[in-house]
């Protein structure tokens, strides 16, 4: 496993490796990873021939107010994961390099950014697509893979990718979860004993609404208060939002149609979750005290 720090030589490499006809996956992380990264990693192995990752921790994807500071970091641990997985090339570059001085150009993607973590956000998916289109530019990766529990973030760059023909495709990754249901996140570090346990209302609320849906509830008010009810419930939890919208528009609905997308995001304590489910009509719900230990 090779590790490329400048900007430059991940071009140079990546030409190499395309003139030689091999295709390049590439996994876009901030590090600190966990069992949800790797997964993303062994989809990214098996899709080409060669396997990158970059690790970056990208200030423009923070507010002033965010953890950019405290989000934690671990290279070394992490290059020993990426090693175990297959991980060919490991780009780490630094923010200088990425935003010198001068830099002023943003990749926006307008309205699927606008609901959800948009609202309380604001520029964060600027951020994102910004730094995802330049390693784009870097790497150049046939395939690139990212997960389906940052469900917006994946919506806007597969929107990015086709509104502007980036020659890349974008696959999704279910999201991996803990034993106990809870969506795997490098803030679950964050949370004490207590605060883990209330974390778990996220995915309890996600099941509540799906059997709401298989017994026959239709109104998104309804089902939206069921979940608002639920979360609240547990100790340490503030809501930030609980939005029930089109998969595709992330249009806010009244009404549950064949899918629904159910995205949350709940602060417990001062850990800022998010999850989420797309629930189908004519799908049985997940029995009542699954994952609720
Ligand atoms: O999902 C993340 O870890 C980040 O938002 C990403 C895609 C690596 C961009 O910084």
Redesign the pocket.
């Known amino acids: 496993m090779e590790v490329i720090r400048g900007i430059r030589q991940m071009q140079e490499k990546a030409l190499t490796v395309r003139a030689a006809g091999r295709s390049i996956a590439l996994v876009?992380?901030?590090g600190f990873l966990h069992e949800g990264h790797l997964e993303l990693m062994r989809v990214g192995r098996r899709l080409c021939d060669v396997l990158v990752i970059?690790i970056?921790?990208?200030p423009t994807?923070f507010g002033p107010s965010e953890d950019f500071d405290q989000y934690p970091r671990d290279e070394e641990g992490d290059l020993q994961k990426a090693r175990d997985v297959g991980v060919d090339l490991v780009f780490i570059p630094t923010a200088r390099e990425m935003y010198p001085e001068g830099f002023q150009s943003v990749v926006h993607v307008e309205r699927v950014t606008q609901g959800l973590c948009g609202t309380s956000r604001p520029g964060h998916f600027d951020?994102?697509t910004t730094?995802?289109a330049k390693?784009f530019n870097i790497v150049g990766p046939d395939v690139a893979v990212?997960?389906q529990k940052?469900y917006q973030?994946l919506t806007a760059?597969s929107r990015m990718v086709t509104d502007l023909n980036m020659p890349v495709k974008i696959v999704g990754v279910p999201t991996v979860r803990e034993p106990d249901g809870l969506a795997m996140s490098s803030r679950n570090k964050y949370l004490d004993q207590e605060e883990r346990a209330s974390a778990l209302s996220l995915k309890k609320s996600l099941d509540l609404a799906e059997r709401m849906l298989a017994e026959g509830e239709t109104d998104a008010g309804v089902v939206r208060q069921a979940v608002e009810s639920l979360i609240l419930e547990h100790p340490h939890t503030r809501i930030d939002y609980v939005t029930l919208c089109d998969p595709v528009s992330l249009e806010e609905v009244t009404r549950l149609g064949e899918e629904t997308l159910l995205a949350l995001a709940v602060h417990v304590g001062r850990t800022r979750l998010i999850d989420n489910r797309v629930i189908r009509k004519g799908t049985p719900g997940p029995p009542e005290d699954e994952g609720a230990s």
């Open positions: 876009p992380t901030m970059s970056f921790v990208n994807q951020g994102v730094v995802v390693l990212f997960g940052d973030q760059i």
